[in-house]
């Protein structure tokens, strides 16, 4: 009777939510039945939400026989910072064994998908290229499709409703950059799922078993609220919505605001003292240990309110303030780190930032690009464009 009661509340709260968008996690009628008496595994993290109770706990009370956890970067419960290592461990709260795939191992391994009948897929990703969690999906649709394992993918929105930046050259693959698909690329993880299946882009081409449970009331350009931080640095909308275009900074001398309470929506650097904004980078326990000028006072800009509303995104990636800052730094041979070009997907924008080209000639000179993905996107999308 209580997992009767538990299904018709989140029925009863979708049918308040009709006209909001839905995650396909909420949608628990189309895919339960697919997990009655199997051994399931999940991938997710803090986002992975029914409503407001975790879908792990969702399934659990329903008795679902889930044996495993597998937590991309940033661990389980999302409370690791960016670039910091992930051990297995146990869950305190359901005490289910967690695997993680951010470190050492990225990809599962034939002796921790043992025993698997079916895994879960269910991450809230931002739309960006470098952001790891598509590098997350690609590895488990490849091991998934190595151990024969249907992979069953509980969709969420992507925040950032456009397409722009260069298109990764492979030569340049990285765990920040899994596939050749621009910076921001406009289509959700089952899309992307199809996207990768379709394309043979899995290693020795193999192909994984999808089953794919789509989001409620839900177009490419639909506004959505993510009901937790996605990851530790990214706060609120604004800072998703700055992130395509600030991460770039990570691949050089400035500071993105990591270790303040405005981690990407400002920008700075000690020297650049003509900027009346500033900022101080301090460590903050389990969101930012250490970060880019801890301690030393920042010059910048503050771009908090450069996307006010929900329901104004971008449209396109900011070139100008990495243009600018590199016009003003004082030793441009100091200015980008090895990282940069892995961020990019190339070393092409970097070349023609130090060859001081401008930010429409180089958005021309990815178009031609942009053109054949958005040709290939169209074959896969779900929802309407």
């Known amino acids: 009777m209580k997992n009767f009661l538990f299904l018709f509340l989140i029925s009863l709260s979708a ?19 697919l997990l009655k008496d199997k051994n399931v595994a999940v991938l997710t993290n803090q986002s992975g939400l029914i409503g407001k109770t975790h879908l792990v706990d969702s399934l659990l009370s329903l008795n679902i026989h889930i044996i495993k956890v597998f937590a991309p970067e940033h661990g389980f419960r999302g409370q690791a910072e960016a670039g910091a ?3 297995d461990n146990t869950d305190i709260k359901t005490g289910l064994p967690i695997m993680s795939l951010y470190g050492k191992n990225n990809k599962a391994s034939k002796e921790q998908l043992k025993n698997v009948d079916i895994m879960i897929f269910d ?23 190595e151990n024969h394992i249907p992979l069953l993918i509980l969709d969420r929105p992507n925040p950032n409703p456009y397409i722009d930046g260069p298109v ?5 693959s990285s765990f920040v950059g899994a596939l050749p698909i621009p910076v921001v690329y406009n289509m959700t993880d089952g899309e992307l799922a199809q996207m990768i299946n379709g394309e043979y882009w899995l290693e020795d081409h193999l192909q994984c078993e999808l089953i794919i449970i789509k989001n409620k009331n839900y177009t490419h350009h639909s506004a959505y609220q993510l009901p937790v931080k996605p990851s530790p640095n990214l706060p609120n909308f604004q800072s998703i919505y700055l992130y395509p275009s600030l991460c770039f900074f990570e691949g050089t001398k400035i500071s993105v605001g990591r270790g303040t309470d405005m981690p990407f929506q400002i920008i700075g650097h000690p020297a650049f003292t003509e900027y009346p904004f500033t900022f101080t980078p301090k460590s903050i326990t389990g969101i930012s240990q250490h970060p ?16 006010p509303s929900l329901n104004d995104p971008p449209t396109k990636l900011n070139l100008s303030w990495l243009l600018d800052f590199y016009h003003r730094f004082p030793n441009k041979k100091e200015f980008f780190n090895s990282f940069f070009d892995k961020l990019a997907g190339t070393d092409l924008l970097r070349k023609q930032i130090e060859k001081n080209w401008s930010e429409k000639t180089i958005r021309d000179s990815w178009q031609e690009d942009l053109d054949h993905y958005k040709k290939i996107r ?7 464009d």
Request: with cysteine.
């Open 15 to 33: 049918c308040h939510l009709s006209s909001q968008v839905l995650p396909g996690a909420h949608q628990t009628h189309q895919y339960i039945s």
């Open 85 to 87: 290592h992930i051990k």
């Open 123 to 145: 991450l809230q990703g931002v739309g960006a290229r470098f952001y790891t969690y598509i590098s997350s999906l690609k590895l488990m649709m490849e091991a998934c499709a």
């Open 168 to 172: 990764l050259d492979t030569a340049f």
């Open 292 to 307: 880019k000028f801890e301690n030393q006072n920042c010059y910048g800009l503050n771009l908090q309110g450069y996307y």
């Open 378 to 384: 169209r074959k896969y999308l779900l929802y309407p």
